[in-house]
């Protein structure tokens, strides 16, 4: 027994085993937070900065860049030899010159991205019940142009729903595994009540490609999408008036008055939040909104059908 006790190097070694360990998850922890938005580059570089030995000073410039979205492997090493990074360096080891050409890249990159004028990412969000999912369901109708995003919820599907059109349904572990694996690029639990998040690869892959794409999702789901793609054109929607918001919330009558009533308390502080927002449409017509939606992404309708 005595033996088989582990000898004094023996537990250095697993405590320093352990401690490289915890250190590893924490800088994967950041790379999740920087590629999910909710910490920019330029958060986590000026926190590297401060505290160079700490988890983001520990973070190597090259798994830094990568967790950029839309930064690749091949991206990345172009970037390191535009900065004149050496691959092995890690952002609290960054010489002051280094820093601040690679702060003036992001700097640079962010700003860019917002001012391209042909939209190629648009989010729609806006209080409960104010016609965010009619406005989508007819832009998905009338612009086919348009990549309409197909969110990750734990909710129980409703009548009519289609898996993989309406929502990819998934059980808790799964979107565990979903936000582990770093596949979703915001997720929010909505409503105090399930998770809905949007997958990432497909709207990266559509926005390289140079299709447009919309999210219809939450408020908080909006401002996680604004830290991970800064160019992306965020889109308040409002109802004409309170009161019609009301009526459209109990005339939808998908929820009880109880849930009305906490959901319109939300909608409070929803509305509240528009002036986060890029641009403000007021659904007083569903094909209105939908073509002012649309317009941001310079895209035609497809023709009438006979
Ligand atoms: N422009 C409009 N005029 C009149 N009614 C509308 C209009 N737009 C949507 N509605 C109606 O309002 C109700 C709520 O719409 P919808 O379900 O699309 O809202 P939502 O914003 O997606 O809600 P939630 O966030 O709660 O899912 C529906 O009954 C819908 O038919
Ligand atoms: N943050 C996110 N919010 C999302 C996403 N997909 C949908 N939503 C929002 O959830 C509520 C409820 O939707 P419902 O279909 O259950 O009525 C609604 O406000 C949606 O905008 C998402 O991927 N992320």
Redesign the pocket.
Known sequence: MAENRPTPPDVDRVAASRAAVAARRARAAVKNQIAEGKRTALEVLAAATDSPEGVEGRLRVTEFLISIPAIGVTKMHRIMEKLEISPSKRLGGLGKHQRDRLRDFLTTRTAARRMDSSAKLVVL?GP?AVG??TVAAHIRQHYPDVHL?V???T?APRPGEIEGVS?FFVDDAEFDRMVEAGELL???T??NA?R???PRGPVTGAVSEGHSVL????I??ARSVRRAMPEARLVFLLPPSWDELVRRLIGRGTEAPAEQARRLETAKLELAAQGEFDYRVVNHDVGEAAREVVDLMNLRPAPLLP
């Open positions: 969000a409960t965010k999912g995003s969110s990750a919820t909710r929502y915001e997720w929010a909505v409503h399930y809905y998040g949007t999210l219809e999702i939450d908080q789901g």
